[in-house]
């Protein structure tokens, strides 16, 4: 293909050349009929030239060729006769040719040194550009997708860089697949056997594998596309890949990014324990507790039982205890799901009353030391939601009020309308909320210092509650007059308009 | 304990909550039965058929929901499915298999009974063409179709009387969306939940005596809807 390719332009060249040729006799001859002049044969120069500088050799050689037999037809006797008889014109010949070849090779070196030299400056600039990405680089993901790019620039094909840490998976490129090969090819490097390999993936493309840093796997690995490149230049683009990560690797090292992987590593592996443990030991404890609390309702109902206030009042605490019991599990469940990020929202247009009404009656028993105030707009719009999500943290709320106020005090619980949100929120008159602990209580564990003797708890409540409701679009706020002087908390909810409405006709 | 004595089948593998579910059940006026496997329960339920199933769903031969579906083959005794919570949609699939109710771990033995009366009422109301269900100052003639409040009537709009009929006929037991939607607006709307939720509306404003706090037409959320059991306000013998 090249080669046809070479062919047309060359044939391209040589007809241009032979047209300059023809406008340049058409001037000359002009000139010489209308100045009797008959010497005219220095100006073919001038398209071997213009040949020569534009459209290279062969063109050039073209037009030398047709300049002299021009002029020998026009301006040397036999005039009108392509017979080189003279001497001189054979000369000029000779001339014209080495002018094309001196004129053509001139031109194509310079135009190889000004392609060379673009190409230089756009390296460095990229290069520049690189190093400063480099050092202003705060994080190891930063450093990633700046190698990621600059090589991406370097060697024009894909790159893939396969993160650092330990069994994360490659991020691979939306629609982008490897091929078998090449994955083995990668985690073998990854695996620290080799810290280099080059494969073929079967479609006729090299890939350069090789590791960030040669001295610490915990980099991760960098893929590179070559396309189909002869063996000889895999070799010059390996070193200039070195290079470039041998620089990325010594900042990586300076941000002692591989003792913070190192930590995240372990740090996630006993994460990931210790929900194990968590979520296990919580089932196993569920079992016994369902038939407590069972036993108990069972035995506060049976006639020996009921007849006898103090028994009754025993089988309550069980089953109080054991619902208290039930709900710390319940906690400790949803905590281990938050923190794993397992919570995905189920939504449904849903009344918000619903939510507050359904949180109240499942707490009703947990409520029934406090005088529950409702204020219920009638006519709020729906909302989209997970509504067990939202009732759940409802409950949170619920239950924080309800232990963070003196026994008979009223709780007013609101469903309101405010702007584009509906906002539930549950007032107690209780403890109330300092400044700082305002700041600190959606954090996990947080308990207020001056209740850690008075009240039991995880201090988990809140913070589940807060990733409830932010998981539906949602967000919680506290509010407090101050120590005391009871705490106002809301949950907000944006809503929107469903998009079809159910066709009311006059027989609905 | 007599022949008259309800039969209620126990299907747990943990012998204390069938301990427990023995005594509550024993207490209230059943005869119990007890499987602690599926192939165990279904080998009983052919042997003695019993008035009501108490299922847990975590047994170790077989999976909850597929005895219930065999057991659904043959027979349409009231069942009460025991969940374990934060499962809505596990709970919705076998209410459509054909589970009547369902009560979530840890339960009280009140709640569980309010459920399995509801379940069996509903098995007597259809065998013996029963029209009349009245729930408080509510009243709802499901023959003349007529509704009343303290004995006036309601006006209620077709779709509005179909959705508390179809509530009604199940009146102590949960209905899910998906039921509600496809027998009023049919299958292509089994999403739009936001239709039960306007004419939900339009009918608590109608029945409830304070809209916004249900007392009558209770939301189960995630799952459906409860017309609450007749039992509540109208207790009946066991």
């Known amino acids: 293909m090249a080669r046809f390719e070479r062919i047309g332009r060359e044939l391209r060249g040589s007809v241009i050349a032979l047209l300059m040729v023809a406008a340049t006799t058409g001037v000359v001859y002009a000139l010489a009929l ?154 073998h490097v990854r695996d620290g056997h080799i810290p280099v390999s080059t494969v073929d993936d079967g479609a006729g493309d090299v890939w350069l594998i090789r590791r960030v840093s040669e001295a610490n796997a915990d980099f991760g690995v960098i893929a590179i596309d070559l396309g189909s490149v002869p063996a000889a230049d895999i070799e010059e683009i390996r070193q200039r890949v070195d290079d ?25 592996e006993t994460e990931l324990l210790r929900e194990a443990l968590i979520g296990s030991v919580s089932h196993e404890l569920r079992t016994p507790l369902s038939s407590i609390l069972g036993a108990a309702t069972v035995l506060s109902n049976s006639p020996a039982v009921a007849a006898d206030e103090r028994l009754t009042s025993l089988a309550g605490v069980v089953r109080d205890e054991s619902e208290r019991l039930n709900n710390d599990i319940q906690n400790l469940l949803d905590a281990t799901r938050v923190s794993r990020k397992q919570i995905t929202p189920n939504s449904e247009w849903i009344e918000p009353q619903d939510i507050v009404n359904s949180a109240l009656e499942r707490r009703r028993r947990h409520l029934a030391g406090h005088k529950v105030l409702l204020d219920l707009d009638s006519n709020l719009p729906l909302i989209y939601v997970d509504a067990v999500l939202v009732e759940q943290a409802f409950v949170q709320i619920v239950d924080n009020a309800a232990k963070y106020s003196p026994a008979g005090s009223p709780i007013t619980v609101a469903a309101k309308r405010n702007g584009s949100q509906v906002v539930l929120s549950v007032r107690d008159q209780g403890a109330g909320l300092s400044a700082l602990e305002n700041g600190q209580i959606y954090e996990r564990f947080f308990r207020g210092q001056r209740h850690a003797a008075t009240t039991s708890g995880s201090g988990l409540g809140l913070w589940i509650a807060q990733a409830f409701v932010n998981a539906n679009g949602g967000k919680i706020v506290a509010a407090s007059p101050g120590i005391d002087c009871g705490t106002t908390v809301a949950i907000h909810l944006p809503f929107a308009t469903p998009t079809t409405e159910p066709e009311v006709g006059p027989d609905d | 304990m007599t022949e008259a004595n309800p039969l209620a089948l126990v299907v747990d593998d943990e012998q204390q909550i069938r301990r427990f579910l023995r005594a509550g059940l024993e207490l209230d006026g059943f005869a119990v039965e007890e499987a602690e496997s599926g192939q165990g329960a279904l080998r009983l339920a052919t042997l003695k058929p019993p008035d009501l199933v108490i299922l847990d769903l975590g047994l170790p031969d077989m999976d909850g929901g597929d005895v219930l579906e065999r057991l659904r083959t043959w027979s349409s005794v009231p069942l009460i499915v025991l969940s374990v919570r934060s499962n809505e949609a596990e709970k919705v699939r076998l209410l459509e298999r054909g589970a009547d109710d369902y009560v979530v771990k840890p339960f009280g033995m009140a709640e569980l009974l309010a459920r399995a009366h509801a379940a069996m009422r509903r098995y007597v109301r259809v065998s013996t063409g029963e029209p009349v269900i009245r729930i408080g100052p509510l009243s709802i003639d499901l023959a003349a179709r007529i509704v009343t409040i303290d004995g006036e009537r309601v006006m209620l709009t077709p779709k509005e009387y179909r959705l508390l009929q179809l509530l009604a006929q199940h009146a102590g037991n949960v209905v899910t969306h998906q039921f509600l939607l496809k027998e009023i607006w049919g299958s292509p709307h089994l999403q739009d939940t936001h239709y039960l939720r306007i004419f939900m509306r339009k009918l608590r404003q109608k029945i409830e005596a304070d809209p916004t706090q249900p007392r009558i037409l209770l939301t189960e959320l995630g799952i459906g809807y409860r017309l609450v059991a007749p039992e509540i306000a109208n207790p009946a013998p066991a």
């Open chain 1, 244 to 268: 470039v990560l041998a620089d990325a690797a010594a900042t990586l090292e300076h941000l002692d990014v591989a003792r913070a992987l190192d930590d995240a590593k372990m740090r996630s």
């Open chain 1, 34 to 187: 209308s100045l009797e002049i008959r010497r005219g044969s220095a100006v073919y120069l001038l398209p071997v030239l213009l040949a020569g500088w534009h459209l290279g050799l062969i063109p050039a050689l073209v037009a030398a060729v047709a300049g002299v037999l021009m002029s020998g037809y026009f301006f040397f006797s036999p005039y009108y006769s392509f017979y080189i008889a003279r001497p001189n014109e054979f000369l000029h010949l000779v001339l014209f040719m080495v002018v094309a070849a001196v004129v053509s090779h001139l031109a194509n070196s310079m135009k190889q040194q000004t392609e060379l030299a673009r190409k230089r400056e756009k390296e460095m600039r990229d290069l520049y550009a690189f190093s400063r990405r480099l050092a202003v680089a705060s994080s190891a993901g930063e450093i990633y997708r700046a190698i990621e790019e600059h090589l991406a620039n370097l060697v024009q094909r894909k790159v893939v860089l396969f993160g650092a840490g330990a069994g994360e998976p490659g991020v691979l490129p939306e629609g982008m697949s490897l091929a078998a090969r090449v994955h083995d090819a990668i985690a």
